[in-house]
Structures are given as C-alpha cells and as structure tokens.
C-alpha cells in the first residue's frame, strides 16, 4: 500500500506519466490512452528479450509496434525503481506479506488437508467441495492480509494526528471480501483497531488511468520477491524500504509478516 498526501497525488501521478511517456516516446498522454506501466509486465518483457522470445501481441502494441534492445528495458526498470525510491519523505509504504500454506496449517487446518486431499487424490465426486474449500482459503488468508493492512493504515493515521484517508484498490481484486473486512473493523468487531480514520469505503478502480495503483503494484512486486528470495528483485526491496513507516523498525509496522515472522528473510535494513 502507497500513502500519498492529497496535495501529493497530483503531482507525483503527473511526474509519474511524465517519466512513462518519456520512455516510451509517445505523443499522446498516458491517461488518455490507457497506458499501465506495471511490474509484472516489465519483467516479463525483459525476460522475453533476454531470451530471444516472442513478444506477445499486447506487450507489442504497448511498445508501440517496436522491440527495444535489451539495455533500454533494463533502463527502463532500473529507472521505475529510481522514481518509487525518491519519492516524497511524506509518501509511505504499507505491506502484509502473509505464507499461505503457513497460514492455512495455522488457521484452516481441517479445511487445508480436506483440499489437500481432495486435490492429490482427484477425487472427481468432491469436486464442488474442492472449489468451494479452494474459495474460502483464498478469501480467508486474503481477508486476514488485508485486516492487517487497513490495522497498520489506522495506526499510521493515528500517528499523524487523527488524519483521515480514503483507500483505492485495484479493480482485479475481489472488493466484496475487502469491503466486508472493512465493514467489520469500522463496526467495532476487531480487536485492535476501529478503522475510524479510515473513510467508509474502500474505492476500485482500473490501474490503467491510476499512477499510485501502478506504483503500488512495483512495490508488492518487490516485497513478494524479496519474502521468496527471488534472485532478479530480491535486491530491490532494499532500495525501497526508507519508505515504509517507522523505518528502521518497519517489522510489524511498515510491514506485517503474516503467520510467523521468523519464517521470512532478514529484511535488507
């Protein structure tokens, strides 16, 4: 999670298609034509160029019908992680990393091993059981990562005194179980935390036209690879992690480590 000031949104989301129509050499604005600048993509681009392949028919139109040489994407990603890390010192990062399998044994421990069985066993009679115990371990380590998210989003607002903040999600996310979630904390039903500061809904919107979405979506890409040592980004995490709250002491306020944080790596301090 990104938490940009109000007055802050503006700017940095113009900079930001500033630096993605540079790169790309367009004519157009970003936001008029749906340009979406995001991790996932870069890298695989990168990776398809590297290893002399194929570059899909959507990654083609999105670099505008040319395959740049390999050190230009390079680049490009290098340059992406340049502009996060010099964000605003008011712009802070949020994280919940949760180990689902961990979580699972933890927490849904019968429900795990019914699916666990079901799913090694293709047991073709228990097929609806298995989509629906796939359905409720999904929504339920999701929940929980969220929870935990918005808990550290209302503590952050309580440190700057009583601040209220309104939170945008990307629309590929469920929002029905992160709306409930935050119903429940805003209704008092958590333990920890109302959400009081937090505004009463939770916004979805398309990451195409939303620069802190994008930025984001490269800061989970980071804080993924790094908690499963991914050799091409783990690195990057370190570049990044003076944005999170209360850095140095980011464990268990700028990032939530979700079921055990002995289980994790050393955060790159």
């Known amino acids: 999670m990104v938490v940009i000031p109000f007055e802050y949104v503006e700017p940095i989301s113009k900079q930001w298609w500033r630096f993605v129509k540079q790169n790309l050499s367009l004519i157009d604005e970003p936001p008029v034509i749906g340009v979406e600048w995001k991790s996932a993509d870069m890298y695989d681009i990168y990776r398809r160029i590297r290893g002399n392949g194929t570059l899909r028919l959507d990654q083609l139109r999105f670099l505008q019908q040319r395959t740049p040489p390999l050190v230009e994407i390079e680049a490009w990603i290098k340059g992406t992680w340049d502009f996060i890390s010099g964000l605003p010192p008011e712009v802070i990062f949020l994280s919940s990393v949760v180990k689902k399998q961990e979580y699972w044994l933890r927490y849904c421990d019968r429900d795990y091993k019914t699916f666990r069985i079901i799913k090694k066993h293709g047991m073709e009679h228990e097929l609806k059981r298995y989509h629906q ?3 409720h371990l999904k929504n339920d380590v999701q929940k929980k990562a969220f929870k935990w998210l918005l808990q550290r989003l209302q503590y952050l607002m309580e440190d700057k005194n009583n601040s209220e903040t309104i939170v945008i999600g990307d629309e590929m996310t469920d929002p029905g179980q992160l709306k ?8 008092g039903y958590e333990r920890y935390t109302s959400g009081k500061n937090i505004v009463n809904n939770v916004v979805f919107g398309s990451s195409i036209y939303n620069p802190p979405i994008q930025i984001a979506d490269w800061l989970a890409f980071a804080v993924r690879n790094w908690a499963i040592q991914a050799r091409h980004t783990k690195e990057r995490l370190g570049d990044i992690i003076h944005q999170f709250r209360d850095y140095p ?7 939530v480590l979700i079921p055990n944080p002995h289980r994790f790596p050393n955060l790159p301090l």
């Open 133 to 135: 115990l796939r359905t």
């Open 180 to 187: 409930e979630c935050q119903c429940y904390m805003q209704a």
């Open 249 to 255: 002491n980011v464990a268990g306020r700028g990032i």
